[in-house]
Every structure is written in C-alpha cells, then in structure tokens.
C-alpha cells in the first residue's frame, strides 16, 4: 500500500482524487481535514503523528468515523519525501502477515511483534492486517 506524504497544507490542492491513505506531517486544522476528504473522496485513512493527533477535535473525529475513514496514530519512519512523495509497505511486510496468521498468531500478536521488528505504529499495522487485500 502506498501512503502518500503530505508536509504542508499547500500541498492538498495538489493530491489526486485517487489517493487511499495519507500521512499528514503537519499539524491540521479542521478545515485542512475537510479540504483533503473533499480533494480526495476515496480516502480510506489518515496517518496522523502522535503529537499532532491529540489535538483533532472531537466533531472532526466522528465526521472522519461518519465517512468510514480511520484516524491512524504514527509516523512514516526513515522516508525521504524530496526522493518520493510515496512511503510505500512492501508487499513482504504483507507476506509475513500472511505468515504469523499461517502459525496461527492472532492480529494483536502479529501487531505487537511487527512493531518492534518494522518500527510501524500499532495503529497502522492493526489497519493493514485489516484491510489485507
């Protein structure tokens, strides 16, 4: 799955509309929130740094939950966004869930042990292993 980096509010306007999961790496105001659903209708989640999630307000929290989009905890770990706008989960990390649930881990344990091992948020590993294609 491909997430794409978004640094500034500047940059929403030039998201396409087909854009599924999105790493916000600056501090979004309401307005900011509702101008990216709006630019991009197919959003499926909003990865959001710990720091910055705190603040969301509660009516902006359930029109995201209203819309079936989740509100991911985390950071993008180790991406360069002047090398590629995209932080992409390789299909590996997708292989190895396939594997944990071969050995018969339940997704709490698959997220608990992917954590350590990939430095992903918990938030974000649960979001993947649900939306496994």
């Given at each position: 799955?491909?997430?794409?980096?978004?640094?500034?509010?500047?940059?929403?306007?030039?998201?396409?509309?087909?854009?599924?999961?999105?790493?916000?790496?600056?501090?979004?105001?309401?307005?900011?929130?509702?101008?990216?659903?709006?630019?991009?209708?197919?959003?499926?989640?909003?990865?959001?740094?710990?720091?910055?999630?705190?603040?969301?307000?509660?009516?902006?929290?359930?029109?995201?939950?209203?819309?079936?989009?989740?509100?991911?905890?985390?950071?993008?770990?180790?991406?360069?966004?002047?090398?590629?706008?995209?932080s992409e989960v390789s299909e590996s990390?997708?292989?190895?869930?396939?594997?944990?649930?071969?050995?018969?881990?339940?997704?709490?344990?698959?997220?608990?042990?992917?954590?350590?091992?990939?430095?992903?948020?918990?938030?974000?590993?649960?979001?993947?292993?649900?939306?496994?294609?």
């Amino acid at each position: 799955m491909k997430i794409r980096v978004v640094s500034s509010k500047e940059e929403i306007n030039n998201l396409g509309s087909n854009e599924e999961m999105i790493h916000l790496a600056f501090r979004p105001s309401n307005t900011d929130i509702f101008n990216l659903i709006t630019k991009c209708p197919d959003v499926k989640a909003l990865h959001i740094p710990s720091s910055y999630i705190r603040t969301i307000s509660k009516s902006t929290q359930m029109f995201l939950e209203m819309k079936g989009i989740a509100l991911i905890e985390g950071d993008v770990w180790g991406h360069r966004k002047d090398i590629n706008e995209y932080s992409e989960v390789s299909e590996s990390v997708y292989e190895r869930f396939d594997q944990y649930r071969a050995n018969g881990l339940s997704d709490e344990e698959i997220a608990a042990k992917m954590e350590r091992e990939l430095h992903m948020s918990t938030d974000l590993i649960k979001f993947l292993l649900k939306n496994r294609k």
